[in-house]
């Protein structure tokens, strides 16, 4: 069932817009009036990373007449494999610039607001108010939870996204939606999954294209929003499975035990990126690169064990280190393959999955075991240059 239009029309259209956005003009369920709501529409756009790049592009081209960005990273290397806003000559430069500039080469019509900090609860429902409509394409579920519950505060709709590795989702969440049907992320995700179990991207990969893919989806959402055409995502979860090429979607129901929202919380303690267990582990014995690099320099006989998978190992390694998977930790099976009468220190990507598996060796025994804070980034960042990052 179609939603009224989130935005009214604009005054008018231009001659030159006229020309640009004739395709639309001739779709009877867009036309005239539908091409001035997109000219009319105010959406802000969370990130400009993997989901937020093509987003960004096909709000422009679409006509969206002011986009606000969210983001204060820079552009780095590794995003260009999939943040296709971003090019070579961007490398360095601060993601929200670029991706300004990418708009306007597009459509320099465009009213571009950067917002060059991060979210969080003493800005989101302020900035929210100041827009139509919400797309969140973070990658964690601290700022998921804080778009949701700022989006539901400031009463704006908002179209989220998710990607992993081959598979995608997609969702409307809109608790003040029409007719009682108002749905938010906590009815799909009641509460956070436990730290660990949801690798980021950074920490379990993306096929590139797959952001194209969602993040289309994610615009296609927007505008059906926006002009009040078709039937939006709202209680429906779409799955897309790239290697099996298949889309579903899955019927989502409001919570009946779910609390009202009434203000913002510490989200990064509600979702917690390191478990409980493994932050007790790490305190008092985490090691930086510096002293690791200082204890293989004196020649003191340590065990360094590397807790990633295999594909990030062939990547880039540790000269001495032993490949053991986080899992194998977990479960026990790898415990009797430790040795016992020498230090061990466990290291993986950034030093959250290392943590984890830390916890569960001290609650074995192994009462001298340290993990190294930052992992083999810390480790190619400070100590040798020449290893690749990833």
């Known amino acids: 069932m179609s939603l009224p239009p989130l935005v009214e029309p604009a005054a008018e259209l231009s001659r030159d817009e006229v020309a640009r956005y004739s395709r639309h ?7 005239v009036t539908g091409q001035k709501r997109l000219k009319n529409a105010k959406v802000l756009v969370i990130g400009a990373g993997g989901l937020g790049s093509p987003a960004l592009l096909y709000l422009a081209a679409a006509g969206v007449g002011t986009i606000g960005i969210v983001e204060f990273d820079e552009v780095d290397t590794s995003n260009l494999q999939r943040q296709v806003i971003h090019g070579e000559s961007d490398v360095g430069r601060p993601k929200a610039e670029s991706a300004r500039d990418s708009i306007h080469d597009i459509n320099s019509g465009i009213d571009v607001r950067l917002h060059e900090f991060r979210l969080e609860p003493d800005n989101a429902v302020e900035l929210f108010r100041q827009y139509d409509l919400i797309l969140d394409g973070t990658d964690n579920f601290a700022t998921r939870y804080l778009v949701n ?13 998710s990607i992993y590795r081959f598979e995608g989702q997609v969702s409307v969440f809109w608790e003040d ?37 969602i993040g289309s989806v994610m615009v296609t959402e927007a505008i059906k929003l926006i002009t009040g055409i078709g039937e939006p995502l709202l209680g429906r979860l779409m799955v897309y499975d790239a290697l099996d090429m298949s889309y579903r979607t899955i019927k ?29 582990a790490a305190a008092g014995s985490t090691i930086t690169a510096r002293e690791l690099h200082d204890m293989l320099e004196a020649g003191k006989d340590i065990e360094i064990i590397d807790v990633r998978e295999p594909v990030e190992w062939d990547i880039v390694h540790l000269p001495g280190a032993r490949l053991i998977p986080k899992d194998r930790i977990l479960s026990g099976e790898a415990l009797a393959e430790l040795p ?3 230090p061990i220190v466990l290291h993986c990507k950034t030093g959250v999955r290392s943590a984890e598996a830390l916890a569960a060796l001290k609650k074995a025994g192994f009462s001298d075991a340290t993990h190294l804070q930052g992992g083999v980034i810390a480790w190619a960042n400070q100590i040798d240059n020449s290893l690749p990052v990833y």
């Open 25 to 31: 003009l001739i779709i009877p369920d867009v036309g």
């Open 149 to 161: 519950d700022a989006a539901v505060l400031a009463g704006k709709p908002y179209v989220w996204g």
């Open 177 to 213: 939606a029409p007719d009682g049907r108002g749905l938010n992320y906590r009815d799909l995700y009641p509460e956070a999954p436990p730290p660990g179990m949801v690798p980021s991207c950074a920490e379990g990969g993306v096929l590139g294209i797959l952001c194209a893919s």
């Open 252 to 280: 989502l129901r409001r919570d009946p035990d779910r609390e009202p929202i009434t203000e913002l919380i510490d989200y990064e303690e509600f979702c917690g990126v390191v478990s409980d267990e493994g932050r007790a």
């Open 340 to 342: 016992q009468n020498k």
